[in-house]
């Protein structure tokens, strides 16, 4: 597969590393010198020049191209840039519907994908074969990431299944357990949820064989159906939360679209809102929108930084504290002064990933916006595994990933336990249509075999992604 990417800055960058990881042909395209300088480290074909030019696009081989993204700074430019491509690859090629080429358009306003507020559906008029907006999957994430806050990684696996990797503590009772045992957490009457995955003290990721003794240091990766499960995984790792409020009290700082999304998950969720916003507009865009009739919220047109305000409004007596600003350095000023007063669950929104894991380091729940962005744009980039497809930060050497088993498949009527032999995969769930025609996702039972139509969540390390994928035929 060879995938041309049009930006090279943290997205388009991210992207690009995630390829070449698996061993794929890339070619960055940028006009600024310094953004092309800094790529030279990726074994990327690199073109200085613009996009939306014929001779930048031939440079990069559109001619031989499977996929092309489109991660500028300018959402436009990453919409026409995707009938611009698909134009100039159809004059190459002779192919006038430009059928062998994907085109990928990330866009980061939201408002744009609005049928009423924007040019939405884009698919009616785009050339775009994918648009990723990482809007829902960010409120996401710091939604489930804020119910247990000490969990390092907090990840969508689908159909609301979740990925957990954290680090084993002195205090924990998995110690000295291997990753098959069944383990019931004492006082909670409940089981500790599977583990699939290990890092050792050493740094070496390892798909769980169920034997591997577990020493403090380890990370482990587990998979729950449910996010109430984290506090069960927390308690197991030596790392207890406290109880999240059914209904927790919610100061968002930051009337912006994740700032208003989260609100809206939160007031329908039963909870009560405020909103503390700088911009006298914006704060009055939020109060005139759809949810500002809601009686549970407030909005409040002031400094996030002003001491007056944050005591005014009593914030040590919220139970979730998250900041959405359009400044890293912003967020986690406010993020430190609340969880200072008290504030138990405290998240933020970060462009830069690389601040990430230093940010978490000191007790705040991050979430990066552009790791959510390459995220997004690889999902696309692997369509076809028709579900999810999932890099794990905390062990990069594995990625988690989704496929339907098509009729004729040569794996169906094998074993689960041989189907992940075969493969060298670790089955996480099976998702199965009932006899009325609903789908469930369970756990596989090893003396149970593979159907046509089953879809699989599996994980495995990045090098045999390609085998997998021939095999499971997505």
């Not at 030279?40 to 200085?48: A, G, H, I, N, R």
């Not at 968002?252 to 503390?276: C, E, K, W």
């Not at 894991?357 to 962005?373: N, Q, Y």
């Not at 009527?413 to 996702?441: C, Q, Y």
Request: hydrophobic share 40%; charged share 25%.
């Amino acid at each position: 597969m060879r995938v041309i990417i049009a930006g090279a800055g943290e997205i388009g960058r991210g992207v690009a590393t995630a390829l070449r990881s698996e061993q794929r042909g890339v070619a960055l395209i940028d006009p600024d010198p310094n953004a092309i300088s800094e790529s030279q480290s990726l074994d990327c074909l690199l073109v200085t020049g613009n996009a939306l030019s014929r001779e930048s696009l031939i440079r990069a081989g559109i001619s031989d191209a499977e996929i092309i993204v489109f991660a500028t700074n300018d959402d436009h430019v990453n919409l026409l840039g995707c009938a611009f491509a698909k134009r100039v690859y159809s004059e190459q090629v002779g192919d006038r519907t430009a059928s062998g080429l994907i085109t990928i358009a990330h866009v980061d306003d939201s408002n744009i994908m609005d049928p009423t507020r924007g040019a939405g559906p884009l698919e009616k008029w785009a050339r775009s074969n994918f648009v990723v907006c990482p809007s829902e999957a960010i409120v996401d994430q710091l939604v489930a990431g804020l119910v247990a806050p000490s969990l390092d990684d907090i990840l969508p696996l689908g159909d609301n299944a979740w990925i957990v990797v954290s680090e084993v503590t002195e205090a924990s009772p998995l110690i000295g357990t291997t990753t098959g045992d069944n383990v019931t957490i004492e006082g909670k009457h409940s089981m500790v949820p599977p583990i699939f995955a290990i890092r050792g003290r050493d740094g070496r990721d390892t798909l769980s064989s169920g034997n591997e003794i577990i020493q403090q240091g380890d990370h482990l990766l587990f998979v729950t159906g449910a996010t109430k499960s984290f506090s069960n995984i927390a308690l197991a790792l030596g790392t207890p939360d406290s109880e999240m409020p059914v209904t927790p009290s919610v100061a968002i700082f930051g009337a912006t679209r994740i700032g208003s999304r989260l609100a809206r998950h939160y007031l329908d969720s039963g909870s009560n809102v405020v909103i503390i916003e700088p911009d006298l507009d914006s704060a009055n865009e939020i109060v005139g929108s759809t949810i500002g009739v809601n009686k549970r919220l407030d909005v409040i047109h002031g400094d996030p930084k002003d001491e007056d305000l944050l005591r005014e409004l009593a914030i040590e007596n919220h139970d979730i504290a998250i900041a959405t600003l359009g400044d890293d350095n912003l967020n986690i000023s406010i993020s430190m002064r609340t969880m200072d007063k008290g504030v138990l669950r405290t998240g933020l929104l970060l462009d830069d990933r690389a601040l990430v894991e230093a940010i978490h380091r000191i007790g705040l729940r991050p979430v990066s916006k552009r790791r959510v962005a390459v995220t997004s744009i690889l999902k696309s980039i692997h369509m076809h595994v028709p579900g999810i497809y999932q890099r794990i930060p905390s062990m990069p050497s594995l990625v988690s990933i989704s496929a339907d088993i098509p009729s004729g498949n040569s794996l169906i009527g094998t074993l689960f336990s041989e189907v992940e032999r075969k493969l060298g995969v670790n089955l996480a769930l099976v998702e199965r249509i009932d006899e009325e025609g609903n789908p469930h996702a369970r756990a596989p039972e090893h003396d149970q075999t593979l159907e046509e139509g089953d879809r699989v969540f599996l994980f495995l390390e990045i090098d045999d992604l390609r085998k997998v994928e021939k095999s499971l035929g997505s």
